[in-house]
């Protein structure tokens, strides 16, 4: 996948961000009134309260993440010395072609270079594949900090140590 591009996000990608990162999650939520969707759709917040990546190949946006760093708004579960991402999303079409575990191989590099000692994320139980891909590169479940924002919604943690 060399010919993948992560870089930051530009003012001019926020729209598609937001697209795609409802279409990624769009199997998961409760159709096109799920409350959820607007939060998904805000890149724009998410640029400016975090940082905001994307995997791009030849012109397109295939992905983003949010590194949410120490202060950001968008931590749930980081505590202090963790890093912790948000918002994982690969474009329907462009799944299972190593774009998430490129995004989460550059969460590993971002947050290593800037001296966390691990880096922590929730995920719906429902997201098997990119279980797949954390458990792949090192990431190992954090039972203890599973959580649920609503009722209905139940989150499972992982943490990997830098």
Do not use: C, K, N
Not at 40 to 61: F, K, N, P, Y
Not at 90 to 118: H, K, N, Y
Not at 139 to 149: C, G, H, I, K, Q
Request: charged share 30%; no cysteine; glycine share 8%.
């Amino acid at each position: 996948m060399s010919d993948l591009q992560l870089r930051r996000a530009r003012p001019a990608d926020l729209a598609a961000v937001g697209e795609l990162t409802a279409a990624a999650y769009g199997m998961f939520l409760d159709g096109p009134e799920d409350s959820y969707l607007e939060r998904l759709r805000d890149a724009a917040g998410r640029d400016r309260d975090a940082e905001l990546w994307v995997a791009e190949r030849d012109g397109r946006i295939l992905g983003s993440v949010t590194i949410a760093t120490e202060g950001s708004s968008w931590r749930e579960i980081g505590r202090p010395g963790e890093g912790e991402f948000r918002m994982l999303a690969v474009s329907p079409d462009a799944q299972r072609q190593g774009v998430g575990e490129a995004l989460t191989r550059l969460v590993i590099d971002r947050f290593t270079e800037l001296g966390a000692r691990a880096v922590v994320l929730s995920s719906l139980d429902a997201m098997s594949a990119a279980h797949r891909v954390y458990t792949r590169l090192g990431f190992v479940r954090l039972p203890e900090r599973d959580w649920s924002p609503l009722p209905e919604v139940a989150l499972v943690a992982f943490r990997l140590e830098l």
